[in-house]
């Protein structure tokens, strides 16, 4: 059966969506079976990872105490949990390979020269902030927790709220340091400008801590180990803005040419 002609453009403006719909398909399950594959080679290993992320802790408990469980699933959820999220993080470079070849062909050629070296910073930094959680803010504030409790009671946590405890900083931590990552795409994009961002620096600062107070438990040593760098962040990324971003008199972003950008490919 012929097809009718006034069907065709509708099918050829359709088509585009479809492959479109076809191509985030197959990234999502590219993804997806990247992230299992690492989780069934991480799962053999998930005590000891259990173990590892709660040294901070262990390290400073009295002795003879230890973490307990007190549900019956959480010896086997905890550390499921646990290897679940670090396949995750383990994969999230493989994952933003396959965000960024969805999206590259939709960009200028001069928005790619800066989307790549953004991408990569932006897989370090969220790397950097775990690690600066990990390394530098538990062993303070698990410290201070462990030494101001009474002396009657005894510290044993339960393995599950440590482990959502410790799961929410390094998420709220690896967030803060794409801080910068924001900061330049806000000044490159026009959005706003450094001469702007730098006048607001008051608010910055006492938003840092706010935003520290809600994503931190509620004591002041892990507020302040969250605002403090979120706010030498925001210094960083308006320094950046100022050697990485040029505008011409007119204040329009210029090229690599040295002629404002019209947002027209090639």
Not at 3 to 11: F, L, R, T, V
């Amino acid at each position: 059966m012929s097809i009718p002609s006034g069907d065709a453009p509708e099918q050829d403006q359709e088509q585009p969506l479809i492959s479109h719909l076809v191509e985030l398909r197959q990234r999502l399950m590219w993804s997806m079976l990247i992230i299992l594959a690492v989780f069934l080679a991480l799962f053999y290993f998930s005590n000891d990872l259990y173990e590892y992320i709660s040294a901070p802790l262990t390290a400073l408990l009295p002795e003879g105490t230890s973490m307990i469980a007190t549900d019956v699933t959480s010896p086997f959820f905890a550390p499921f949990k646990l290897t679940m999220m670090v396949s995750i993080f383990a994969a999230m470079p493989f994952i933003l390979h396959q965000i960024w070849g969805f999206i590259s062909p939709g960009l200028y050629r001069h928005e790619k020269r800066i989307a790549v070296p953004l991408l990569v910073s932006s897989i370090f930094l969220f790397y950097s902030g775990i690690a600066f959680a990990y390394f530098v803010v538990f062993p303070l504030i698990f410290g201070f927790f462990t030494s101001v409790g009474p002396e009657n009671v005894a510290v044993m946590t339960d393995i599950s709220s440590y482990l959502n405890f410790v799961l929410k900083l390094f998420f709220a931590f690896g967030i803060v340091f794409e801080i910068p990552i924001a900061t330049l795409l806000l000044i490159w994009s026009g959005i706003s400008t450094v001469e702007s961002l730098s006048s607001k620096r008051a608010y910055v600062i006492v938003g840092c801590f706010v935003v520290g107070m809600l994503l931190t438990p509620p004591d002041v040593i892990s507020q302040s180990l969250l605002a403090l760098p979120m706010w030498l962040l925001f210094e960083l990324g308006i320094v950046l803005g100022r050697l990485l971003v040029r505008r011409d008199p007119e204040g329009e972003e210029a090229d690599d040419s040295g002629e404002p950008d019209t947002g027209q490919g090639g």
